[in-house]
């Protein structure tokens, strides 16, 4: 009987091994449990064994049994998986196309030129990599001027133009200045200069690269308070209406006078908090156009004035959306920059 059970589980057994479809399988459980299937012919000689020896043998048929449903069992669950790998669900929800989205410095940019079109003002490139003369010297920063050392800038190693002096990466938007009114030659004159600019700084609030916007006016009987009016109509704009801006008197070689321009503070709305000075945030620096940088232009300063203005888009962003540290918008975290 022993022999026999082998026999019957290595039958049973090449079987399943052998089946390719479910059908195949359920074919080879007729041949094994069937009318006439192995383990049907095996149990019923059982009977034919003398009584003492029936307890065992019928143990070990049972067993038998079990290890045979056990291995159907396992090969059906392969073939059934199997078979539905191919398979599609066409009810499954679909997978979303990822977008990708402008970097939020040139969303910053795209909404200033707007907010700047709408008063006239139209946008002008001019060089990163420019002359002495037109970064400072036509500023009226003579050379070996002490004021230069606030532009913490990188000099290239060029060849020195008698009339322009060597060449800079420039530290400030205000190199635009006479290129401009070098090409509009007559007033009026309304530009907007966007542009990358560099200084050997890096913190919290600057970064080596960073971008500036300038603006530029000249015309006849201009006055301060169009500069301060071009400054609220961009900041109601740009902050939102809850937001006013004041001017600082400062100082700079190229406007007379000068001011820094600052912005209520966004997160205590002017209250006074951690993060500003006592409810201000310091947006950038602006002036009237001084006669010298008019007359460097070939613009008449007995008839015409003009107001200039500068700042950092890096920082008008964080003081926007009150993000610590300027140095998030050049690590290229997907996380941080998702978030706009
Ligand atoms: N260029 C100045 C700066 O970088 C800002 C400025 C621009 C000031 C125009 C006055 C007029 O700080």
Redesign the pocket.
């Known amino acids: 009987m022993d022999t026999q059970i082998k026999k019957v589980l290595e039958l049973a057994r090449a079987k399943i091994n052998s089946a390719k479809v479910v059908k195949d399988l359920d074919q080879a459980y007729i041949e094994i449990f069937g009318k006439d299937g192995l383990m049907t012919v095996l149990t019923k000689q059982l009977s034919n064994l003398p009584q003492k020896d029936r307890p065992k043998t019928g143990t070990l048929i049972n067993q038998l049994k079990k290890e045979i449903e056990e291995r159907l069992k396992k090969k059906r669950s392969s073939l059934t998986a199997r078979r539905s790998l191919p398979s599609i669900d066409i009810t499954a929800p679909g997978k979303k196309q990822e977008i990708g989205h402008l970097h939020l410095v040139s969303q910053a940019i795209e909404e200033t030129v707007k907010i700047f079109s709408r008063l006239g003002f139209s946008l002008q490139s001019y060089p990163e990599v420019d002359w002495d003369w037109y970064a400072f010297g036509s500023l009226n920063m003579p050379k070996n001027h002490p004021a230069r050392d606030d532009w913490e800038t990188f000099f290239v190693k060029s060849e020195i133009n008698p009339k322009y002096g060597s060449q800079v990466l420039t530290p400030?938007t205000?190199n635009g200045q006479v290129r401009e009114m070098e090409r509009v030659k007559i007033p009026p004159v309304r530009m907007l200069n966007i542009s990358r600019c560099y200084r050997r700084q890096i913190d919290v609030s600057h970064t080596p690269m960073f971008h500036?916007f300038?603006g530029l006016l000249i015309d006849e009987d201009v006055s301060i308070s169009h500069l301060k009016g071009t400054f609220d109509y961009f900041t109601t704009n740009f902050f939102g209406p809850s937001r006013t801006t004041r001017l600082r008197p400062h100082h700079?070689r190229?406007?007379e006078p000068?001011f820094e321009v600052d912005v209520t503070c966004g997160v205590c709305q002017g209250l006074g908090c951690r993060l500003c000075k006592a409810g201000w945030l310091e947006l950038?620096?602006?002036?009237m156009v001084h006669p010298k940088v008019l007359s460097a232009g070939e613009i008449d300063p007995t008839r015409y004035k003009g107001f200039?203005?500068?700042w950092g888009i890096e920082r008008t962003i964080a003081m926007k959306t009150n993000i610590p540290d300027i140095r998030f918008f050049y690590q290229n975290d997907i996380r941080f920059l998702e978030q706009f």
């Open positions: 400030h205000s500036q300038e700079f190229f406007t000068s950038g620096g602006a002036g200039a203005f500068g």
